[in-house]
C-alpha cells in the first residue's frame, strides 16, 4: 500500500531578491538603522584602530598632544606679531581653532578611506556599512578628545575659560558630528569608485586651511566677513569656538550651519540609497 503524499509544504527560500524591485530605499533605511543599534562594535573597533596606531609608541597618542602645543606657541608667537594681536588675545583662539581644525581635516581625509580601508571586514562579515562610517568618525572623536587639556590649559593660563555659555558647544558638536557621518558616507563611496579623488580632497583640504579662519581671525576682512559663512568650514568650526570664546554664534552662522549640514546629508543619503549595493564591487 502506498504512503499517502507529504502534506508539509515545501521550504521557502530564506533570501529572495526580485531585482525589478531593488528596494534600495528600505535597504538603505535598514543599513543605517541597524549600523546605528550597534554602534559599540563601531567604538571597538574605533578603539582598536588607536591602540594599533600607536602600537610600540613610548608616548602614544600624547605625541599628538605635544605636536599641537608646539604648533600653538610657535604660531602664536609669529602670527601675533604679524596681525598687531597680543598674545593673551590670539593664543587662546588660536589652540581652540587648531584643535577644531585638525578634527574636521582629519576626518574628511580619514572619510576617503572609511570603505577601502575596511576591505577586509566587507568582504567577509555581512556587517552594515553605517558600522565603517562610525567606525571613522569615532576614531577622529577619541583622537581629537588627546587635544581637549591642551585647549583648557591655554585658556586656562590666559584667563579666557568660558562661562555656561561654554555648553551651547555641545549642539554644536552634534552638528560636526552629523556632517562627519554624511561626508564619510558620501566620501567614502566616492573614493571606493575613483580612487584619484583621495589626493584632491587632501589638496583641497591644505587650501581651506589658509581660507578660513584658523590662522587669522574674521575681523581682519573687514566688511567682506558677511561672506564668510557661504565656507562651510568655517560655520562648522565657529558653532563650536564660538561658545567657547566669545559667548557664541551669530544666528546667522548657525543658520548656515544648518544649510550645509542638510546639503551634505541629502547628498550622502542619495548616493547611499542609488549605490550602496556597488560598495563591495567597488572594493
Known amino acids: ?80 606679531s604679524l596681525f598687531q594681536l597680543s598674545l593673551a588675545e590670539y593664543l587662546p583662539w588660536l589652540a581652540v581653532s587648531l584643535i577644531i581644525w585638525n578634527m574636521i581635516a582629519q576626518t574628511v581625509n580619514d572619510a576617503c578611506t572609511t570603505f577601502t580601508g575596511a576591505e577586509g571586514i566587507i568582504r567577509q562579515m555581512p556587517l552594515p556599512y553605517t558600522i565603517h562610517v562610525l567606525r571613522m568618525v569615532l576614531r577622529n572623536a577619541l583622537t581629537a578628545a588627546h587635544s581637549l587639556p591642551l585647549a583648557l590649559l591655554v585658556l586656562l593660563l590666559f584667563g579666557a575659560m568660558p562661562g555656561w555659555e561654554a555648553l551651547l558647544a555641545l549642539p554644536g558638536l552634534v552638528v560636526v558630528a552629523v556632517n562627519a557621518i554624511a561626508v564619510g558616507i558620501f566620501l567614502g563611496m566616492v ?65 548656515s550651519a544648518l544649510l550645509w549640514t542638510g546639503a551634505a546629508c541629502a547628498a550622502a543619503l542619495a ?13
Not at 571597538?44 to 605636536?67: E, F, K, Q
Not at 548616493?271 to 572594493?283: E, K, L, N
Request: aromatic residues 14%; glycine residues 8%; charged residues 15%.
Open 191 to 255: 573614493c571606493a569608485r575613483f580612487r584619484d579623488i583621495g589626493p584632491i580632497v587632501a589638496s583641497v583640504m591644505q587650501l581651506a586651511f589658509f581660507l578660513s579662519p584658523v590662522l587669522w581671525k574674521p575681523e581682519l576682512l573687514g566688511e567682506r566677513q558677511v561672506w564668510l559663512p557661504l565656507n562651510p568650514f568655517y560655520v562648522l568650526m565657529e558653532v563650536v569656538r564660538g561658545p567657547l570664546l566669545s559667548g557664541g554664534a551669530a544666528p546667522v552662522v548657525w543658520a
Open 271 to 283: 548616493f547611499f540609497v542609488r549605490f550602496r549595493g556597488r560598495i563591495a564591487f567597488w572594493i
Open 1 to 80: 500500500m502506498l504512503a499517502p503524499p507529504s502534506t508539509v509544504p515545501a521550504a521557502s527560500p530564506l533570501y529572495v531578491c526580485d531585482a525589478t524591485q531593488p528596494r534600495r530605499l528600505e535597504r538603505a533605511l535598514q543599513d543605517l538603522g541597524g549600523g546605528f543599534r550597534r554602534w559599540r562594535l563601531a567604538a571597538a573597533l574605533a578603539w582598536l584602530d588607536i591602540r594599533n596606531r600607536y602600537r610600540g609608541s613610548v608616548l602614544g597618542p600624547i605625541w599628538l598632544t605635544l605636536s599641537t602645543a608646539v604648533m600653538v606657541f610657535a604660531l602664536g608667537l609669529l602670527y601675533s
